[in-house]
């Protein structure tokens, strides 16, 4: 594969300002979920390294709190243009280790790009206050400051843009930041740390390191001097994570699983539902924690809503993502083509009726037909479990309190969309919905302007908007006295 920089294919990881290149005896292979082909290697790396990583983070992060903030925009802004002079190239690493395709994943480099844009400019924003104070001679100041060395674990399905929405923030604030990213995806990462290092962010400021999940993991948390840890992957794992950060107190971040609900009623504008269910559903492979789970359709309009919606995903092309009108790709591996195997079969046992799609694609490997399934119910595993892949099950409902039960009936509250026209209607679903993100009249929410994350099961805190930097900051309450 041809890149016009080829030297952002590294096959190393960065730990401490230290690059260390991968053994191909020793080191993890990558390969391409659309072929099977090797991408690279890149090192196994453990607890030893992290624990460098995480000293050499400590160090480089008092000098970088102690620049202005003016001096870490401009590192910041350096950093989005490279990435963005950098598009196609990234775009490409994205695709061939990850197997979205090509203009998806160069619009995921933009999009990554763009949380960079957005923190350059809100680091400049972190303000305090002076409140009134209790008593005449006192005064009562607050301050925000870093919160000081950051450890990030990020998952393989937004290879660039989950990093940046936590090291953008984290790097505003005055933080250091040391990643594990998924071994599915590690190359997406280290390109973008080597343009970090061309940008001029100081060295130890952030390291990457490749390797065991579970040892990585086991020194991020338990390490003091990591004072936050930001994660974006399963339930399970944030679970263990939180548990293993328990005894450092830590505060966490956690971006996890979630089971969105769509909505079409009765007087929804049916073509443009489709529109946003193609989006939602079908970003990604269905590969997206936003991705819609299940889809509502109200009595009126559900036969001619399952049939638009047929038709729509009918003609979306899967294939390998270099290739022209690819709008799916392959999934992530076979544990991904197993789970989305089982939802369909389980969904046809309990009368679920497949009216496009429904099994693997004649490309073989892990590639799955684009599919919609009626007569969907609840007792069917696509009720209650993520898919995480291109299967739209579409559920009948008649009341909008019933709907609004279902909908809420899940243990996760991440995404949510819905489509209506009447306004006290879109005012009061919007209101019921236990969701951290609420999408009407429109399948795709995330941008860096905006908050993003979720309630009860999909996690705490938030991401991106104005909110997404105070998660990296600590709040200092000074009592001034004898004034
Ligand atoms: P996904 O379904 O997206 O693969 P995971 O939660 O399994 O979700 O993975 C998300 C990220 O968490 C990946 O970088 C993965 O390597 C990492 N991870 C998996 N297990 C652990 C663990 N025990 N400790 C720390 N990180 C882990």
Known sequence: MSLKDPTLLRQAALVGGRWIEADPETAIAVKNPATGELVGYVPKLGAAETKEAI?????????????????????????????MANQDDLGRILTMEQGKPLAEAKGEIAYGASFIEWFAEEARRVYGDIMPGHQKDKRILVMKQPIGVVAAITPWNFPNAMITRKAGPAFAAGCAMVLKPASQTPFSAIAIALLAERAGLPAGLFSVITGSAAAIGAEMTANPTVRKLTFTGSTEIGAELYRQSAPTIKKLGLELG??????????????????????????????????????????????????????????????????????????IDSAALAKVEEHVSDAVAKGGRVVQGGKRHALGGTFYEATVIADVTPEMAVAREETFGPVAPLFRFTDEADVIAQANDTEFGLASYFYAKDLARVFRVAEALEYGMVGVNTGLISTAEAPFGGVKLSGLGREGSKYGIEEFTEIKYVCLGGI
């Open 55 to 83: 000293a050499a983070a400590e160090k480089a992060q008092k000098d970088w709190a102690g620049r202005t903030a003016k001096e870490r925009s401009t590192v910041l802004r350096k950093w989005f243009e490279l990435m």
């Open 258 to 331: 979630g089971n969105a609900p769509f909505i079409v009623f009765d007087d929804a504008d049916l073509d443009a539902a489709v529109e946003g269910a193609l989006i939602a559903k079908f970003r990604n492979n269905g590969q997206t924690c936003v991705c819609a789970n299940r889809i509502y359709a109200q009595d009126g309009i559900y036969d001619a809503f399952a049939e638009k919606l047929a038709a729509a995903v009918g003609k979306l092309k899967t294939g390998n993502g270099f290739d022209e009108g690819v709008i799916l790709g392959p999934l």
